[in-house]
């Protein structure tokens, strides 16, 4: 068996029963060590559980009426949290039954603070038709969101067909709203992109405590899927960088990014994000910095606690980076175990893997959607306490909060 030194498991919740049907999708620890996740429920649809201290509380759940109208059915995730325990969320109105196409198509953004409970950030109309994946939010209560509307002729991509619109396709623009619920827009469709272009859809933002947002965008004139690209608005200046564009060299020798997404923010603006490789597809994870990128880890790379890296999941929030920069990402290895591992000032450690003991069952796969690599959400505090999930070699699986001993 794997045991890796120096972290204690405990488990948050059992998967396999009532509530938690077949996955958790977890989302967040803070500095508090309180506990996000999306779970599959048993009752239908998904819900926003919240774990503090050992207890339990349902944030939303599918079935459930929604602030501002619509019946909660899914979350489109990640949702979010910060250090005071609010949390941002976009969900399906449509109740539990599969929702309409294309998917977040009449969505709406949550917001849930312990003083007032849930209240909407946006629930759709006006130019908004719906929210599509991961809201994030920052220590001032500012929460980004991916807001669905209407394209037209800035928009080259292949758009999603809609009849809501006058053009039967929609996009996706970045938007931001503050404490205040004021909602303004981060970039949108026909916005200047660096080297002279301009984007046509964004999408998948994270914001940190200085403003800096993330995304990932498609440029007018690319050839290639929705968002294959991550770029990074400075809010001090407005200033857009380009972190990673696909076709562009990326820092593994002789491969191309095929397309970049994933991408997270540290307080100080460094990016940590995924990118698939020209030539593979496998997809990597990397580290933006000052202008330069490196490879945490990419094929070929020897792992701590034995084993190849081959490759990290392709999922939102596979990877993950916490306000001072160390950064946890799941690994799939050459002979196809599967683990968790930490970045942490140029150096890599093991989490868990195939075959780690944690006490409540051995770990064997941490494939929650059966694609045959590790591909669960996983999340980490200052306090290097890592949040992941796994099914086990006895039957059934665990969210997992891995705390140094």
């Not at 250090?83 to 969900?91: M, P």
């Not at 290639?224 to 990673?244: C, H, M, N, Q």
């Not at 564009?245 to 970049?260: E, F, K, L, Q």
Request: aromatic share 10%; hydrophobic share 40%; net charge negative.
């Amino acid at each position: 068996m794997a045991q890796p030194s120096g972290y204690a498991f405990t488990r948050i919740a059992t998967l396999g029963g009532n509530p938690f049907l077949s996955y958790f999708e977890p989302a967040a620890v803070n500095s508090r060590g309180d506990v996000l996740f999306a779970p599959d429920l048993a009752t239908g649809g998904e819900g926003v559980y919240l774990w503090r201290r050992g207890l339990m509380t349902a944030i939303a759940e599918g079935g459930q009426p929604l602030p501002g109208g619509g019946t909660m059915g899914y979350t489109l995730s990640p949702v979010a949290m910060n250090d005071s325990g609010q949390i941002a969320f976009i969900a399906t109105r449509d109740g539990t039954d599969f929702p309409p196409s294309p998917l977040g198509i009449n969505a709406g953004v949550y917001r849930y603070d312990p003083l007032r409970g849930v209240t909407a950030v946006m629930v759709p109309g006006g130019e908004f038709l719906g929210a599509y994946f991961r809201a994030g939010i920052n220590n001032l209560g500012n929460i980004v969101f991916p807001g669905m509307i209407c394209a037209d002729a800035s928009t080259s991509f292949n758009s999603l067909p809609s009849t809501a619109c006058a053009s039967n396709l929609v996009t996706f623009a970045v938007y931001k709203a503050d404490a205040h619920g004021t909602v303004t827009t981060v970039v949108k469709p026909g916005d200047a992109a660096p080297g002279g272009r301009q984007f046509d859809a964004a999408y998948l933002p994270w914001i940190n405590d200085a403003g800096d947002v993330v995304f990932a965008a498609h440029l007018w004139g690319d050839v290639g899927p929705l968002a294959d690209s991550v770029y990074v608005k400075r809010f001090a200046t407005g200033r857009i960088e380009t972190v990673a564009h696909a076709g562009d060299s990326s820092p593994v020798v002789g491969r191309t990014y095929a397309v970049a997404f994933g991408a997270v923010l540290d307080a100080a603006g460094n990016v940590a994000f995924m990118g698939g490789l020209s030539g593979g597809g496998e997809t990597a994870v990397f580290l933006y910095s000052a202008g330069k990128t490196i490879a945490i880890a990419q094929p070929g790379d020897p792992m701590p606690g034995g084993g190849i890296f081959r490759t990290t999941g392709n999922y939102n929030q596979n990877v993950y980076m916490n306000k001072v920069g160390d950064i946890v990402f799941t690994g799939t290895l050459d002979n196809g175990d599967q683990g968790v591992y930490l970045w942490r000032k140029g150096r890599l450690s093991l989490v868990a893997k195939t075959g780690t003991d944690t006490g409540f069952g051995t770990i064997s796969t941490m494939d929650e959607y059966f694609s045959g690599i590790a591909n669960i959400q996983v999340a980490l505090n200052e306090a290097r306490q890592i949040l992941f999930s796994a099914q086990f070699a006895e039957g059934g699986g665990a969210l997992i909060l891995a705390t140094p001993s």
